[in-house]
Every structure is written in structure tokens, then in C-alpha cells.
């Protein structure tokens, strides 16, 4: 099993930045790719970013390209999203996930969520 625990969230005025992390553990040598997912108020879930465990790859939603970057550090099992010129339209509670897949990635262990408030 694999255990995530988000921190970083709060309020920030637009404009602002906020550092996200995920630490992991557990079995994290299963971790193939690590994702960071936000759901707003009455919206569905969205996927914003994500990392491959081992190599370089990065992925960004259109909406945050440029603006928030993924990053991981692997001798402290954590992975990071430095989010940058916030939008009140980013406020949401911001989770981590897992995916232990080898192919397509498949998001099986997820954090407990931490707020970002973004005000205008």
C-alpha cells in the first residue's frame, strides 16, 4: 500500500504563490507516476498535473501550463506543486494520487486534500 499526506495549502491573495507537497509512503517503489488532482465547489474533480516517479516526464492541464510546476524529490518521496500567479478560478482543495500502473496511468492511493483559497 501507498500512504500520501498533503500541506502547503492556504489563503492567498490572486496573484500570489503557494507551495504544495505530497510526502509518500509505503510500498514507493510501486509508484510509477504521481499526479495532482483539485476539485472545486459544485465541479468535478480535475486533473492538473503530473510526474513520472523515475524520469522527467510532465504533463499540465491547458489551464495551468505555464503557471504552476510539478516537481519530485525522490530521496524524500515527495513531489511538489509550486503554483505561481494564482487565480481566484484555482481554488479548490488540491489532492495527490498514485499510480502504480505500467501502462495508462491508474490512480489508485490518493491523499487527504488541503485548500487553496484564492482571493480576488
Known amino acids: 500500500q501507498v500512504q500520501l499526506v498533503e500541506s502547503g ?6 496573484g500570489g504563490s503557494l507551495r ?3 510526502a509518500a509512503s509505503g510500498r ?3 509508484i510509477s507516476r504521481m499526479g495532482w488532482f483539485r ?3 459544485g465541479k468535478e474533480r480535475e486533473w ?3 510526474i513520472s516517479w523515475r524520469g522527467t516526464s510532465t504533463n499540465y492541464v491547458d489551464s ?3 503557471r504552476f ?3 519530485r524529490d525522490n530521496a524524500k518521496n515527495t513531489v511538489y506543486l509550486q503554483m505561481n500567479s494564482l487565480k481566484p478560478e484555482d481554488t479548490a482543495v488540491y489532492y495527490c494520487a498514485a499510480s502504480t500502473a505500467v501502462g495508462p496511468p ?3 492511493y490518493w491523499g487527504q486534500g488541503t485548500q487553496v483559497t484564492v482571493s480576488s
Open 64 to 66: 495551468v501550463k505555464g
Open 106 to 108: 491508474k490512480y489508485d
Open 20 to 22: 504544495l507537497s505530497c
Open 9 to 14: 495549502g492556504g489563503l492567498v491573495q490572486a
Open 48 to 50: 492538473v498535473a503530473a
Open 39 to 41: 476539485q472545486a465547489p
Open 28 to 30: 514507493t517503489f510501486r
Open 69 to 71: 510546476t510539478i516537481s
